[in-house]
């Protein structure tokens, strides 16, 4: 694929995706909005970060989540996911970090994981100085945003920290080798999204040469699983990803890790993002109560 193929490709994706905005539905009120720039090395650069703040009052440390859009690396930001991110600050009761890194193909592999693994690690240094804990922090993130997050973590595992309290993935990219039975159901036309021409070109736009597809940071699945935190998965029935998604819980537990994947029928890929629509997405809104009650059990205040 071409250089100016890939960047006609992300162009479309970004001008579709925010078009979508308003199906998000009204965004909820929280306590506080700010726009933070998070310092960066290597390269040297900041990190743009739309922190939310559920509670006003300045004694409460609230646990943190430092949260990865999706738009399958080439697309989405900060407005694309304004809706759920404040819907998750407000519900959990928590500081949520939502990250606008760096995309592709302008800025292919690694470049992404290393904004997010950035944002942890401010996240663990300077938390309260946006009110959060630094105790408590969960990495989360939906699609191409779940993968990233997904990486992180394994990222912190093997360098010691950020200690994670958890992630929380949405119908993650987790496998990149599109070979399940889900794939083949709903992955092949233009019924169902993504499919593979849309998720190949993703990937044709995020890897960089000499960099296999599935390399671990690239593909979570095919990485070591040991030691990882506390995981909820979500999908939707109807997903391409479903099965690499109930692979991946399968993995981790098998590593040790407790984990879940929670399939919820007939929904479709994104369908927690514009969990309001309830006609267009009727378990959008059950999904954002699991994750929620996720992160409150996993981010209640440690003894």
Known sequence: ???????????????????????????????????????????????????????????????????????????????????????????????????????????PFPAGVDDVVAVLDWAAEHADSLGGDPSRIVVSGD??????????????????????????????????????????????ADTHFPNRTIHGLGLAAYVPDGTSPFDPLVAPLWGEHGGLPPTLIQVGGHDPLRDECTDYAAALESAGVAARCRVYPGEEHGFIQFFKDRA?????????????AFLTENLSMRQ
């Open 143 to 188: 699609s191409a945003g779940g993968n990233l997050a997904a990486s992180a973590a394994m990222i912190a595992r093997d360098r010691g920290g950020p200690d994670l309290s958890a992630q929380l993935l949405m119908y993650p990219s987790l496998s990149n080798k599109m070979d399940t039975p889900s794939w083949d159901s709903y992955g092949v």
């Open 280 to 292: 267009a997405h009727p378990r959008g809104e059950e999904a954002l109560q699991d994750a929620v």
């Open 1 to 107: 694929m071409t250089q100016p193929e890939t960047a006609d490709f992300a162009h479309k994706l970004r001008t579709n995706y925010r078009a979508l905005i308003p199906n998000a539905g009204a965004p909820d009120p929280v306590a506080d909005v700010r726009e933070v720039l998070l310092p960066a090395r290597s390269p040297e650069r900041t990190v743009p970060v739309r922190a939310y703040r559920s509670s006003s009052e300045a004694e409460a440390a609230l646990p943190v989540v430092v949260f990865v859009h999706g738009g399958g690396f080439v697309s989405g930001d900060l407005d694309t996911h304004d809706v759920l991110t404040r819907a998750i600050a407000g519900r959990a009761g928590a500081l949520v970090l939502s990250v606008d890194y760096r995309l592709a193909p302008e800025h």
